[in-house]
């Protein structure tokens, strides 16, 4: 993959703050289901979850779980690595989740590594150092709140890094996703590097985990979007490195969508990746009108974009207003024309030292390219 201007720094970043997976003398572990405060038991028990391994389940000593390599999804060949549902109003204990490794591969797109349902604990729930390599969403975050990401290394995902709906307060640092999922269609979000949808108070970096002068995110979704925001507010993206080589690096979409500074950062979608599948030269990502550095669509509004670096994307704009209207097809190269169109962003987005190739912005033209 080619990369982006800023990505020079991203090898710094990556040596200093990259996530580490579980050691080699982990101990073993079946999938981890938990609903009630009862689950949370130490090795050996015969009950309950039978995998803490410190803490007592207040908020100064949570609960520890891990280090575990998880050896096989919750189904057997699908589900979950780790499941925390509190659905049920079952878990009142804090507790932490670190230093995971997802042994297996080959499961369905939609199945997490680890996911949270309803765990609105008041103290901060952490999740640090995780690994998964061709195994489906990574983390997924259901009517969550308060949690924080650290150290997150997932590698040739079939399904999106961090997925988040209906979440509240989420921070994300020193992480690195890598997608490889082909063929999902766009509405899915199967193959993003962060989705959020209906989601406020979100810190994409922009957390004193980060390094203060390097990319601490890495999204380099090959097939998807880097980051995709719908009916999101009030997040900060700062210091990440988003590549989608066939779609785009950041999409805002929604009225509901605003609050949202995307700074310090850097999008590529420099393209193409094409297979060959039944004798036709065939593209990875979706088949979409989302394609560029950086849209704005669907009346997403009050955004501010700064000090970015949006490098020539293959299709698109570097920043654009609602969809393209057409599908650059990088393997034929033409345009096809693509139906229904986005609808323009909205009111009071503000681009302030931010360097790009092309836009369909009047009042950004001309274009301020990227030495």
Not at 84 to 112: L, R
Not at 144 to 167: C, E, P, R, V, W
Not at 170 to 176: A, F, G, H, I
Not at 281 to 303: C, E, M, P
């Amino acid at each position: 993959m080619r990369r982006l201007l800023i990505l020079t720094v991203v090898a710094m970043a990556v040596a200093a703050g990259a996530p580490v997976a579980a050691s080699a003398d982990t101990g073993q572990h079946g999938a981890i289901t938990i609903t009630s405060d009862s689950d949370f038991t130490a090795p050996g028990s015969a009950n309950g979850c039978a995998c803490v391994t410190a803490g007592n389940g207040t908020p100064a000593s949570p609960y520890v779980i891990g280090p575990w390599a998880i050896s096989a999804p919750s189904g057997g060949s699908s589900g979950w690595g780790i499941k925390v549902d509190n659905s049920g109003s079952g878990v009142t204990s804090s507790f932490t989740i670190t230093g995971i490794s997802a042994n297996y591969s080959g499961v369905p797109p939609t199945d997490p590594v680890i996911v949270l349902v309803d765990v609105k604990n008041p103290a901060w729930t952490t999740i640090s150092n995780v690994s998964a390599n061709e195994a489906g969403r990574g983390v997924e975050l259901d009517g969550s709140s308060y949690i924080n990401l650290d150290q997150l290394s997932f590698n040739k995902m079939a399904g999106t890094g961090l997925y988040i709906d209906g979440s509240w307060h989420v921070r994300l640092s020193n992480s690195k996703f890598k997608s490889t999922a082909d063929g999902e269609l766009e509405q899915t979000h199967n193959a993003d590097g962060v989705y959020a949808l209906n989601s406020a108070y979100l810190s994409i970096g922009g957390v004193p985990a980060c390094p203060s002068d390097q990319i601490c995110n890495s999204l380099d979704y090959d097939s998807g979007f880097g980051v995709y925001l719908q009916m999101t507010h009030d997040v900060t993206i700062d210091h990440a490195s988003a590549n989608a080589d066939d779609t785009a690096g950041y999409v805002l979409d929604g009225s509901g969508t605003y609050n949202v500074t995307l700074e310090n950062s850097g999008a590529g979608s420099d393209g193409p990746i094409c297979f060959t599948l039944n004798g036709v030269r065939t593209h990875t990502g979706y088949r979409s009108d989302l394609q560029g550095n950086l849209l704005l669509i669907n009346q997403a509004h009050d955004n501010a974009i700064l000090n970015d670096q949006l490098a020539a994307p293959t299709g698109g704009y570097s920043i654009g207003s609602g969809g393209n209207g057409f599908f650059k097809n990088p393997c034929t190269k033409s345009n096809e024309p693509f139906t229904p169109v986005e609808d323009p962003m909205g009111s009071n987005n503000t681009f302030t030292g931010t360097c790009y190739s092309s836009t369909d912005i009047p009042s950004l033209e001309p274009a301020q390219p990227c030495k």
